[in-house]
């Protein structure tokens, strides 16, 4: 994929992963770069990766048998597709959780990120949610 500014404590947080996870994660990275030159990594929390472009994107974590891809999106991204795996009901964000031996849609999960970096340059989810509420 493209090229980008990577961050150490992203780097450092995939690196102590195990293989599986590192590869996973790093394709995962190499996505959310892919869906916009000017998507910028950093990291919150201490230490997990975030993905920001006028606001937070996605974040990766890491857990003993999968990773979580968090999404911020409030729920407003399209998933035709039906990649995203919990959070439908949640007000701020989703996640899409990847296992060993799974396979990244690249293309699904590309537009799902295209979309919500659309909302965050349109004032972010907060704002379009709230904006629906007085237009009804």
Same mark, same amino acid.
């Given at each position: 994929?493209?090229?980008?500014?990577?961050?150490?404590?992203?780097?450092?947080?995939?690196?102590?992963?195990?293989?599986?996870?590192?590869?996973?994660?790093?394709?995962?990275?190499?996505?959310?770069?892919?869906?916009?030159?000017?998507?910028?990594?950093?990291?919150?929390?201490? @230490?997990? /990766?975030?993905?920001? %472009?006028?606001?937070?994107?996605? +974040?990766?974590? !890491?857990?003993?048998?999968?990773?979580?891809?968090?999404?911020?999106?409030?729920?407003?991204?399209?998933?035709?597709?039906?990649?995203?795996?919990?959070?439908?009901?949640?007000?701020?964000?989703?996640?899409?959780?990847?296992?060993?031996?799974? @396979?990244? /849609?690249?293309?699904? %999960?590309?537009?799902?990120?295209? +979309?919500?970096? !659309?909302?965050?340059?349109?004032?972010?989810?907060?704002?379009?949610?709230?904006?629906?509420?007085?237009?009804?």
């Amino acid at each position: 994929m493209g090229t980008y500014l990577a961050r150490p404590g992203v780097d450092a947080y995939i690196a102590g992963l195990p293989e599986w996870q590192r590869e996973l994660c790093q394709h995962l990275r190499d996505l959310a770069h892919a869906a916009d030159p000017e998507v910028e990594e950093t990291v919150k929390r201490t @230490v997990q /990766p975030y993905f920001v %472009l006028q606001g937070n994107i996605c +974040a990766l974590l !890491a857990t003993k048998d999968h990773v979580n891809l968090f999404l911020y999106d409030g729920g407003l991204a399209p998933d035709p597709h039906g990649i995203v795996t919990s959070g439908h009901g949640n007000s701020t964000g989703r996640t899409i959780s990847y296992y060993q031996g799974d @396979v990244i /849609p690249d293309g699904p %999960l590309l537009d799902i990120l295209r +979309a919500i970096i !659309a909302d965050n340059r349109a004032g972010g989810w907060r704002r379009i949610k709230a904006d629906a509420e007085r237009n009804r």
